[in-house]
C-alpha cells in the first residue's frame, strides 16, 4: 500500500511534493489517528506529524501511556497542498480509497479523527467545540474526534481539553 502511495499521480498534489506520507506505525494498532494532510516538514520526511504538531500529539499520547510506536497514524490525503492550503474536495476524493484501505487493513478499535478535515471527510461533521471528545460509528468503528495538535500549538488553553479527550479515548479501548 505504502508503496503506491508514494508513486501516486491521480491528483494536481503530486506535483509539488517532495514525499507522499503514507503513514506510518503499528500495522496492527488498537488506534489509528487520521489528520488531515502532510505539512512541510513531513513532506520533507515523507512521515506523518514530524514538526511541532507531532511533538504535541507525542506529548498527548504520553499522558495516557501511549507511545508513537503502539498507534497508526496517516492523513485524509497524502501529499502535501501547496502553500499549506486546505485540501480540497477532488483530493479527498481522489485519495480516499487509500484511506478506506488503510483503515480495512488495520482494522482499528478506534479511529481518531485529528481536526474539521478529517472528521468532516469520515462522519460529515464539523465544529470541534461541539463534537471533540464524543463517540461517533465509522462503518462499523468507534471513531472520536478531537482538535488537531496545531491548534493546540495556536490555543495553548486548548491542551488540557485535548489530553481529556485522550483519556476518553483509552476508556474507549
Not at 8 to 16: A, I, S, V, Y
Not at 145 to 171: C, F, Q, S
Amino acid at each position: 500500500m505504502a508503496d503506491k502511495i508514494k508513486v501516486c499521480t491521480k491528483c494536481r498534489l503530486h506535483e509539488n511534493r517532495k514525499n507522499a506520507v503514507p503513514g506510518e506505525g503499528k500495522k496492527d494498532s488498537k488506534i489509528m489517528l487520521i489528520g488531515e494532510a502532510p505539512g512541510k516538514n513531513e513532506d520533507l520526511e515523507g512521515r506523518p506529524f514530524v514538526g511541532r504538531a507531532g511533538e504535541l500529539l507525542e506529548e498527548l499520547l504520553e499522558s495516557v501511556d501511549l507511545e508513537r510506536d503502539e498507534v497508526f497514524i496517516t492523513n485524509v490525503v497524502k501529499c502535501r497542498p501547496p502553500n499549506n492550503r486546505d485540501p480540497r474536495k477532488d483530493e479527498i476524493k481522489t485519495c480516499n480509497p487509500y484511506l478506506q484501505k488503510q483503515i480495512s487493513l488495520i482494522e482499528p478499535e478506534v479511529i481518531v479523527t485529528l481536526g474539521n478535515h478529517a472528521t468532516e471527510t469520515l462522519v460529515g461533521n464539523r465544529g470541534m467545540k461541539k463534537i471533540h471528545g464524543k463517540r461517533f460509528e465509522y462503518e462499523g468503528f468507534k471513531l472520536i474526534p478531537m482538535y488537531h495538535p496545531a491548534a493546540g500549538l495556536y490555543n495553548p488553553g486548548l491542551k488540557e481539553t485535548m489530553k481529556e479527550d485522550m483519556r476518553k479515548l483509552v476508556e474507549n479501548l
